[in-house]
Every structure is written in C-alpha cells, then in structure tokens.
C-alpha cells in the first residue's frame, strides 16, 4: 500500500492509498517489489508476467532520466527502435481499443513507458511466443539486451 497524490487531469489531484504491486523512483534509483509478488512471477516463469522484470525495465528506461519506454541505447539503435516501438505499441493501442485479445499485456498501451516495461515481461517469460507474433519487437529486444530466451531450454530459466 503506497500513500501519496496522484493526477487526475484537468487540475484535479486525489490523496489516498493506493495498491501496487512494485513501484520504481527514477530521481531516488529506489525499486520497490512486493515480496509475494516477486515470488509468484519466479515460480509462474511463463505467464507473461513477472513484477520484477517489469520494475527493473522501469529502471532501465529512467537511466536517461526521461520516463518514456525508451532505455538508452547504442547510437545506431534508436531509428529502428523507434519504427519498431512505435508501430507495436499502436497495435497494442488499437487492440485494447477493440478489447481483442493479445500477447502482449493490454496495460502495456497505457503510455510508451508501461509498453516497455510489459513487453520486457513478455521477452523473458513468454520469448519463443513474442518471437514468432512479433519478430521485429522480439529482435529489437533481443539487441538491447544481449539476451535470446527463446532459445534457452526449457527448465533452465530459474
């Protein structure tokens, strides 16, 4: 349970609590995981989600001090990650529009931010599935973090 504000929009604010299953403050570099959570998505390695690789990639796209689903990256990466990202996330957005059932996780179309922390989720917990529905998503990922789990066995991710 997180204390604290929160917008609205058009001026308005709300105080309150507010149950969260991590939290990341990019300008304090704190990353906060509910242990019962964190547990659960280590023991479920391949439903797609797992509060600990979506917090970290949080993170990781805070260390340009800017919250916008883009980490930072090698000089001659951010041309193709953005056509990637941005062709993705408004399929993603269209497919929410239409509630259409997808692999990639629905609050992922929320912001840039949310996508990637999501579609990080869905790279290491679901990869040879995000490999095979989105190649080009599932490469760009796969560059940036010098990983390839869909070729891992089975098992061997614990």
């Known amino acids: 349970m997180v204390s604290g504000e929160r917008p609205l929009g058009g001026g308005l604010w709300e105080e309150g609590d507010e149950i969260r299953l991590g939290h990341t403050a990019p300008r304090l570099g704190a990353l906060v995981i509910a242990w019962d959570d964190a547990l659960s998505g280590g023991r479920a390695v391949d439903d797609g989600e797992n509060v600990v690789f979506h917090e970290f990639a949080h993170q990781l796209d805070f260390e340009d001090y800017v919250v916008d ?51 990080t989720e869905v790279f290491f917990e679901r990869p040879s599935e995000l490999r095979q529905k989105h190649p080009a998503l599932y490469e760009e990922l796969r560059s940036f973090y010098r990983q390839d789990p869909a070729t891992w066995q089975a098992g061997s991710r614990k």
């Open 69 to 119: 689903g883009t980490p930072p990256l090698e000089s001659g990466q951010y041309l193709s990650w953005a056509r990637v990202m941005s062709a993705e996330y408004e399929a993603l957005r269209r497919a929410n529009d239409t509630e259409a059932t997808t692999l990639i996780d629905q609050y992922g179309a929320k912001n840039p931010a949310e996508f990637f922390a999501v579609i």
